[in-house]
């Protein structure tokens, strides 16, 4: 919490990135996150989601189901194995929807080509 500000992290425990011989971990990027603020009833969310390539088609209709607009996808590193993926999103509505979104997207996360599971 930061005044008026909720941030949640969430770290991908199910699966080892590296980039140019250094493991990536959540204490240094490999996250997904939500930052809400507002009031119960009218909220803003903003965040990011860390994903693998196969990942962000599921991980964008989720968003979009839940009214979640996203800002951008990308990446934050250079030579990483596997190739992450970030993708930023924003929301505007009750508190509760926001945060349903935002796990909807999480849920798209550990599943397809690689078997894996998302631990939240």
């Not at 080892?16 to 009833?41: D, H, K, P, R």
């Not at 190739?83 to 999103?89: A, C, G, S, V």
């Not at 924003?90 to 894996?116: E, H, I, N």
Request: glycine share 10%; hydrophobic share 45%; net charge positive.
């Amino acid at each position: 919490m930061n005044g008026p500000t909720y941030k949640y992290t969430v770290g991908r425990a199910d699966l080892q990135s590296v980039m140019m011989g250094t493991e990536m971990t959540a204490a240094i990027g490999l996250n997904s996150w939500a930052a809400f603020a507002g009031q119960q009833a009218d909220a803003h969310v903003a965040g990011d989601i860390a994903m693998l390539e196969h990942e962000v088609n599921p991980v964008i209709k989720a968003l979009r189901a839940h009214n979640l607009e996203v800002v951008a996808v990308h990446n934050h590193m250079l030579f990483d194995q596997p190739r992450m993926m970030f993708l930023h999103y924003y929301g505007r509505g009750p508190a509760a929807q926001l945060a349903t979104g935002f796990r909807a997207a999480l849920d798209q996360l550990g599943k397809g080509k690689t078997g894996m599971k998302m631990k939240h």
